[in-house]
């Protein structure tokens, strides 16, 4: 643990890679896209719900309802930065780093995300990519919950964590390529 309950989990362990073939299928909707103040609207109706990317953290903040489990990586998909100041309030619970290269879903982010859900939540700061963040906020909040992230140019995907949701996640993972890293797990 560092200053102010910000810590680093390692890279070591396992990787899942996305093929190829499965892009296409990541990129599909999996709930349904709200923009605008119909989107605002039911973000401050969710009770439990984690968020994924920069905008749609930022957004939640914003509008007074942090997620439990913000993901982020300090950039906007046009490259824009995002200030760390704008993540403030959610960091102050409890900030977590990890490395997740693009393309690939780590077991540190996955672990990460599965610590925050468990201690109360936080901020998990990712160098690399986090969109596959979104994954690992179905498989760790609990049934009921919802996952919200960006949908570029269109609005913000709300995701209910069913049984549904979970075993789509799972399947997902299966199809990705497993490799192992370091010395970790």
């Given at each position: 643990?560092t200053r102010?309950?910000?810590r680093?989990a390692?890279?070591n362990?396992?990787?899942?890679?996305?093929?190829?073939?499965?892009r296409?299928?990541?990129?599909?909707?999996?709930?349904?896209?709200?923009?605008g103040?119909?989107?605002?609207?039911?973000?401050?109706?969710?009770?439990?719900?984690?968020a994924c990317?920069?905008?749609?953290?930022?957004r939640?903040?914003?509008?007074?309802h942090?997620p439990?489990v913000?993901?982020?990586?300090?950039?906007?998909?046009r490259?824009?930065?995002v200030?760390?100041?704008?993540f403030?309030?959610l960091g102050?619970r409890r900030t977590v780093r990890v490395?997740?290269?693009?393309?690939?879903?780590t077991?540190?982010?996955?672990s990460a995300?599965r610590e925050?859900?468990s201690?109360g939540?936080?901020?998990?700061?990712?160098?690399?990519e986090?969109?596959l963040g979104?994954?690992?906020l179905?498989?760790?909040?609990p049934?009921g919950?919802?996952v919200?992230?960006g949908?570029?140019g269109?609005g913000?995907?709300?995701v209910?964590?069913?049984?549904?949701?979970k075993?789509?996640?799972?399947?997902?993972v299966a199809?990705?390529?497993?490799r192992?890293t370091?010395?970790?797990?």
């Amino acid at each position: 643990m560092t200053r102010a309950g910000t810590r680093s989990a390692s890279s070591n362990g396992r990787v899942w890679v996305v093929p190829d073939a499965l892009r296409p299928t990541l990129a599909e909707k999996y709930g349904p896209v709200y923009a605008g103040e119909d989107a605002d609207r039911r973000i401050r109706a969710l009770r439990l719900f984690g968020a994924c990317g920069d905008l749609v953290v930022a957004r939640s903040l914003q509008l007074g309802h942090p997620p439990l489990v913000g993901i982020v990586d300090y950039k906007t998909r046009r490259g824009e930065p995002v200030p760390r100041e704008t993540f403030r309030t959610l960091g102050a619970r409890r900030t977590v780093r990890v490395t997740n290269p693009a393309g690939q879903l780590t077991e540190a982010l996955r672990s990460a995300v599965r610590e925050l859900v468990s201690s109360g939540g936080g901020l998990l700061e990712v160098e690399g990519e986090e969109d596959l963040g979104s994954l690992a906020l179905v498989e760790s909040l609990p049934l009921g919950a919802t996952v919200i992230y960006g949908i570029p140019g269109e609005g913000v995907s709300f995701v209910l964590v069913d049984d549904v949701a979970k075993a789509h996640v799972r399947n997902l993972v299966a199809q990705m390529e497993l490799r192992r890293t370091g010395n970790g797990d």
